[in-house]
DNA sequence: CAAAGGGCTTGATGTTCATCAAGTGAACGA
DNA sequence: TCGTTCACTTGATGAACATCAAGCCCTTTG
């Protein structure tokens, strides 16, 4: 499947090549070629070796660990994403199985010409560093989560960053399954059942996928956010990579402005 | 404090800085400085700015994170290893304390230089690029052993890991208190202790910091250990940044040689 | 429309784990 | 040498969580 040219400009968009040349950017997106896949569709096997840089333009992609015979969701993905980069610069196996959630559109660019583009692109290279920079922090946010808090204290923080990063109203929708997210959160279906019920004598009302917060101030109470494990940085406008989702608040001084 | 000549060799020789040259390294080392701390000096608090890249070149290093006045650890440095590489890339706060458990020799170089230094020379940004991998996809290993392992069974792998990088000796050394190892694997200082009883069933015997796996393919067949998770790479002579310990075994047909 | 399936919930039960409390043993200092 | 301290252990108890089982509700399908 050749790219489109709209397409194209969203990949152009992403920070990973927003300070690279055009002809570094060409020779990257070379030999990519973008596929629509079903929902539920596998699109990488824990362990596989990984070839190619996926970048997610459309649709959900859930990745996921496994060990006997248990399994684990450890990220939710939406557009604009990049994933398995950190395999894809090391050019080795990939420790995550990727699959969709929904119908989703992928952008697989040759992790070997990124790689050779990096080695001549300072700008790229550092691109690249950034967002590897975000996704590691976001993973510690993720194990200190889930080393520190109990269930019903991941389940509140998980409903308040949501709240904030859907636009700050009460009431919202959550973004996948309920079994989806219990996994996220590291807990079984029937218990994440028990910790919305615990939820509603702190004013959470679910009805179905929708989840009002009734009391934010008494839910807080519970949940006790930090920024040193929630990112409640909001979903803005333009395309944006793991970095720039660390990166804020920016720091008055430092960073790039706004 | 002033740098040893025999110092700055040893950082010369990391993986980050193996691929650029002499005038690139002279700069981003020009301001730095080595320090040597006694044990339990805390470095770097949790939500701190980060001015510098850390380079642990002697003793121990414990990360740490905290909440709601619990602490876990996430995870405890040997020589030579670099942390908070991601918030200095991200030229933001750190998620993450650092504290030493022995007396240490530290280098602190500067994270502006470094930073500028990765825009104008593309082997080292893409250096960082790798040990940022390595860095995160320790982290995914961890995740998953955390959200799918019993208390028991990391115990277990631990052992499994440890014997393999201190040598294959049956008996060897626990590297730091076990306090420190019950937080690492996220439990209580009297859970592991009752973990390890249970491992006494399994061919393991404890005195004091010695332990020694008397039965491995019993220990084994509990443990189920996996690439995927279980980084087994023996410790290898020289420095080693955390890219390389991913990269193993390298996969014939790519990666560099050996 | 009826049946079937799947996601979700609820209850009962057992396992895992944390907490509290006390005790042991070894290193250290007066 | 005798306490003191601190890491570690062991036991008792309770909280958190997983598992098993059943039922509900909504959607899908024949």
Redesign the interface.
């Known amino acids: 499947m050749p790219m489109r040219p709209a397409d194209l400009e969203r990949v152009r968009a992403l920070p990973l090549f927003a300070e690279c040349s055009d002809a570094v950017f060409r020779d990257v997106t070379a030999g990519a070629f973008l596929q629509r896949f079903p929902p539920g569709t596998t699109l990488l096997l824990?362990?596989d070796?990984v070839d190619f840089l996926y970048v997610l333009l459309d649709g959900i992609v859930e990745l996921e660990?496994?060990?006997?015979d248990?399994?684990?969701t450890?990220s939710v993905l939406r557009p604009v994403s990049t994933f398995i980069?950190?395999?894809v610069?090391?050019?080795?196996?990939g420790?995550?199985s990727a699959r969709t959630l929904e119908r989703s559109d992928i952008l697989m660019l040759s992790g070997e010409a990124l790689?050779r583009a990096?080695?001549?692109?300072?700008?790229l290279?550092?691109a690249?560093?950034?967002e590897?920079?975000?996704?590691?922090?976001g993973?510690?946010?993720?194990?200190?989560n889930?080393?520190?808090?109990g269930g019903v204290e991941r389940l509140a923080n998980y409903l308040i960053t949501q709240k904030i990063r859907l636009g700050g109203e009460p009431t919202f929708t959550l973004p996948h399954e309920k079994r989806v997210l219990a996994s996220l959160l590291?807990m079984t279906p029937e218990n994440l059942s028990r910790a919305f019920a615990t939820l509603a004598d702190y004013g959470v009302q679910t009805k179905g996928a929708e989840v009002t917060i009734g009391r934010p101030a008494v839910l807080e109470r519970l949940a006790?956010p930090?920024?040193?494990?929630d990112n409640h940085q909001p979903v803005r406008g333009g395309p944006t990579g793991k970095?720039q989702r660390?990166?804020w608040p920016a720091?008055a001084g430092?960073?790039e402005a706004a």
Chains 1, 2 share one sequence.
Do not use: H
């Open positions: 824990e362990g070796r660990g496994t060990w006997n248990k399994e684990t450890l980069l950190a395999a610069v090391l050019d080795a196996d420790l995550m790689r990096m080695k001549s692109d300072p700008g290279a550092f690249v560093a950034e590897l920079s975000g996704c590691y922090r993973l510690v946010r993720t194990l200190k889930q080393k520190l808090r590291g006790k930090t920024p040193l494990i970095a660390e990166r720091p430092r960073g």
